[in-house]
Nanobody, 122 residues
Framework: QVHLVESGGGLVQAGDSLRLSCVAA????????LGWFRRAPGKEREMVAS????????SYLDSVKGRFTISKDNAMNSVFLQMNDLKPEDTARYYC???????????????WGQGTQVTVSS
């Protein structure tokens, strides 16, 4: 199990930027995928971006492509989400997660952080 801690959320205006950080208490498994998810009130959880720990392979939710960038720092056991041109619809609690590649994110083996709130005002 990997203990994950997110930070960097806040209240911003539309068009502003935020950078979320996720630090793992120990080095993720080389087969791990690290992901950023978000859940807005009354909506389903959705995956915003993911990155493979060993290869750096990346995927994004269509609605954030061109605005959000996921990156990692292996030496710091950290994953980041740079969010630019934020929109009110990006308002949600953002969670960091770690899972073995090829497994379902809903698996009980997936590790989750406690989340960080992002609120974007119009």
């Amino acid at each position: 199990q990997v203990h994950l801690v997110e930070s960097g959320g806040g209240l911003v205006q539309a068009g502003d930027s935020l950078r979320l950080s996720c630090v793992a208490a120990e080095r993720p498994d080389r087969r791990a995928v690290l992901g950023w998810f978000r859940r807005a009130p009354g909506k389903e959880r959705e995956m915003v971006a993911s990155i493979r720990w060993s290869t750096g392979g990346i995927s994004y939710l269509d609605s954030v492509k061109g605005r959000f960038t996921i990156s990692k720092d292996n030496a710091m056991n950290s994953v980041f989400l740079q969010m630019n041109d934020l929109k009110p619809e990006d308002t949600a609690r953002y969670y960091c997660a770690s899972a073995r590649a090829g497994t379902n994110w809903s698996s009980p083996d997936t590790d989750w952080g406690q989340g960080t709130q992002v609120t974007v005002s119009s």
